[in-house]
């Protein structure tokens, strides 16, 4: 089984994958989707160096060109990227117009070409994230787009267990409604046992995520809006999916101190927020989250960078006990 971290916009950017790979070692990491375009036409290496401390990250893209998606792989291949993930699930107007993402779905020949050109340029793996079906595709659709791109080269599925209704609905509703299909998602598995499928779409703990992959008979799962939101929990994925036991649960002071050690080496001119941001969930569900929240807010409480940070962790931590010995 194996357990992944989703692909946010503006969520897991590099500062964010840092953070998360202090709490779990082992979890999948992605990207946010980037466009081919942007790799191509635009800041090519800031978009793609950001892997530098951990090349088993996956990198997702947008794009519907197999031209273009057979450079991008070539060049993907240099900045030690081994797996490419096609976003075929995203429903927002921008990319729709475009015509990547989730509308992809009803193109499975063109998603195949892409697919084909990635392999016929690079040895990169190439998996697709999509959902069960867009608008009112029929369930025969997904088995349809699953049979022609797997044919081209893909091996491995990541679903959202909902379709996405491209018109009318913003991609925040698109995460929310229709409701979600796990069930659709287990006869995908059924019908196609040699694939790797993974499941996607709230899941809210990684007890839950477990169970789900076990009572489904998949391969494991992929969590977003609850990891971003609640990342302490990240800390038990190595052991609890991955059977590592390796050393003690992390605790929340260590990976504070971590982050803080990553500010005063990477983040310069008051830049602090860009991984501070990322950190406001660190203790959530626990008496006094607010108040760390509101530390790690302030800004004028970070002109000393690192330093800061970890007097305002044991700050916390001082309440915390105070009122555990209470
Ligand atoms: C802020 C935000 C940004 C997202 N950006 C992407 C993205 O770039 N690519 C993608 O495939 N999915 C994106 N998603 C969808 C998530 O990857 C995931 O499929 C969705 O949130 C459902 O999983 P969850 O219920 O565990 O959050 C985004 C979700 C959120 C909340």
């Known amino acids: 089984m194996t357990f992944s971290i989703a692909p946010m916009m503006k969520w897991t950017d590099q500062h964010c994958r840092y953070f998360h790979r202090i709490l779990t070692k082992k979890a999948i990491l992605f990207t946010e989707m980037i466009s081919i375009d942007a790799i191509l036409y635009g800041p090519q290496h800031k978009l793609l160096s950001s892997n530098y401390f951990d090349n088993s990250t996956v990198i997702q893209v947008g794009g519907n060109d197999p031209k273009k998606l057979g450079k991008v792989a070539k060049i993907l291949e240099k900045y030690g990227y081994s797996e490419i993930n096609l976003n075929i699930g995203c429903p927002s107007n921008k990319v729709k117009s475009g015509n990547f993402g989730a509308c992809l779905m009803a ?36 088995d349809r787009f699953v049979s022609i791109t797997s ?42 046992n040699d694939l790797v499928i993974i499941l996607n779409g709230g899941i809210v703990s990684l007890e839950a995520g477990i169970k789900h992959t076990r009572d489904l008979n998949l391969d494991g799962f992929m ?8 990342p302490y929990i990240l800390s038990f994925a190595d052991k609890l999916i991955y059977g590592d036991s ?72 001082k309440m915390i006990s105070l009122r555990e010995a209470a």
């Open 223 to 230: 969590m977003g809006r609850e990891a971003y939101k609640n």
């Open 246 to 317: 390796n050393g003690e649960n992390i605790s929340r002071r260590t990976v504070a101190f971590k982050v803080a050690d990553y500010i005063d080496q990477f983040l310069f001119d008051n830049n602090d927020h860009l991984i501070t941001r990322h950190i406001l969930g660190l203790y959530n569900n626990m008496y006094c989250s607010r108040e760390w929240r509101n530390n790690i807010l302030d800004k004028s409480f970070f002109k000393l960078k690192g330093d800061k940070l970890r007097f305002a962790t044991d700050k916390i931590e």
């Open 151 to 192: 044919t081209a080269g893909v091996k491995k599925f990541i679903i959202h267990a909902r379709k996405a209704i491209l018109g009318g609905l913003s991609p925040k509703q698109n995460r929310e409604i229709p409701p979600l299909d796990y069930q659709r998602v287990e006869k995908l598995k059924k019908e196609n």
């Open 107 to 142: 193109s499975p020949q063109i998603v195949s070409d892409c697919v084909k050109s990635i392999k016929n340029n690079s040895n990169l793996k190439v998996s697709i994230k999509c959902r069960i079906g867009i608008d009112d595709m029929s369930s025969l659709d997904l």
